[in-house]
């Protein structure tokens, strides 16, 4: 009966372990969507101040959102994600977060 425990107890801590190493992977997986999609973000805040659709201190006030984090980054990912032309991106920037 002891060994039948302990058998179980073995059973359940690998069982734990496991699900630890799947969620430390998805986090790590999060992670680096995020980044890559801040990555995506910045080129195209950049190209959109290359194409003079925002001014510097727009393109500042976006670089500063993006390295303070926070909830503001996910709104701009968002609205970069649903705002496809570039224009209206850029408006829509100025209106918001610049």
């Known amino acids: 009966?002891?060994?039948?425990?302990?058998a179980q107890r073995h059973e359940m801590q690998a069982l734990?372990?496991?699900?630890?190493?799947?969620?430390?992977k998805l986090r790590e997986q999060a992670l680096l969507r995020e980044q890559v999609q801040i990555a995506a973000l910045q080129s195209r805040v950049q190209a959109l101040h290359?194409?003079?659709?925002?001014t510097d201190a727009e393109l500042y006030a976006v670089e500063d959102i993006?390295?303070?984090g926070g909830d503001q980054v996910a709104a701009l990912l968002e609205l970069s994600g649903r705002m496809v032309g570039d224009a209206a991106f850029s408006r829509q920037l100025r209106r918001k977060h610049a």
Do not use: K
């Open 50 to 54: 290359t194409a003079q659709l925002l």
């Open 1 to 6: 009966m002891v060994s039948a425990m302990e």
């Open 66 to 68: 993006v390295g303070d």
């Open 16 to 24: 734990l372990e496991q699900e630890r190493e799947q969620n430390t």
